[in-house]
């Protein structure tokens, strides 16, 4: 998909077509085929953590159906790198897995389930409460999260932040969106492809504007995209979306 820019009509076709489309797709295929390690066209053989992300990121409604079918296919270890890639608490960890030893596994994953939307909502009334979400986004090298004024672009920089690192961090029902300082506002925007860019569509009428945030055990903060993928910024500057979660995930979020 291409980056769309201010006036393009196709923006909305993307917000109310084949974003919500795509969602749709995803969890029902998670309904109709339980046994995820089976290679498919619709998930390309994702393993059983990529489609646990997927869950996380899909409405909440759905959730716990999406993480029990997870849970069925998956093992131990599986289940505790999920728990320890989402920040859920360590006490839900072990509680959810010592109910998937004991054959509990709708126990297991109500525990996830739970755990994950609690996680949510605090995470969500953290970042967007105090200050009115007034945020920089800081990568684990150091670099700022920057939103272009004349393109419709963003990037890390390095050195001392200014405007253009200046974010709104606003509370969407536990979820956030990052709007840029610029006006008219503009909002971080994930692509099916794992690209990211900004756009002027609101929130409403389009979910990949939607993140949903992760507090980590060591402070840090990693955002979930509506595709199940992670917001990434890497060394040489480039943002995108990726599966996995590693230290190119993690930022930190100073005040401005």
Request: proline share 5%.
């Amino acid at each position: 998909m291409e980056t769309l820019i201010m006036g393009n009509m196709s923006n909305k076709q993307v917000a109310n077509g084949n974003t919500v489309h795509i969602n749709m797709k995803q969890a029902q295929a998670l309904k109709e085929n339980p046994n995820v390690h089976q290679k498919s066209d619709e998930f390309g053989g994702k393993s059983p953590c990529q489609v646990a992300q997927l869950a996380l990121a899909a409405p909440e409604e759905d959730t716990f159906d999406l993480i029990i079918r997870f849970v069925r296919v998956s093992n131990a270890d599986e289940i505790s790198r999920v728990c320890d890639v989402s920040g859920l608490p360590v006490q839900a960890k072990n509680e959810a897995i010592s109910e998937f030893h004991n054959g509990n596994l709708d126990r297991c994953a109500t525990i996830l389930t739970e755990a994950a939307k609690q996680k949510l909502r605090e995470s969500t009334r953290e970042l967007s409460g105090d200050a009115g979400g007034k945020r920089m986004i800081k990568s684990d090298h150091g670099t700022y999260l920057r939103a272009y004024d004349g393109e419709w672009k963003v990037d890390l920089m390095r050195g001392n932040p200014q405007a253009w690192e200046h974010w709104y961090v606003e509370d969407w029902g536990c979820k956030v969106v990052f709007k840029a300082i610029h006006s008219p506002g503009r909002f971080l925007r994930a692509l099916p492809g794992g690209n990211v860019d900004l756009v002027p569509t609101h929130p409403n009428e389009c979910p990949a504007l939607l993140w949903k945030p992760f507090k980590n055990p060591d402070g840090t903060w990693s955002f979930l995209s509506t595709y199940g993928t992670w917001l990434s910024g890497h060394e040489n500057g480039s943002v995108c979306c990726q599966w996995e979660c590693k230290s190119w995930e993690k930022f930190t979020l100073p005040w401005w």
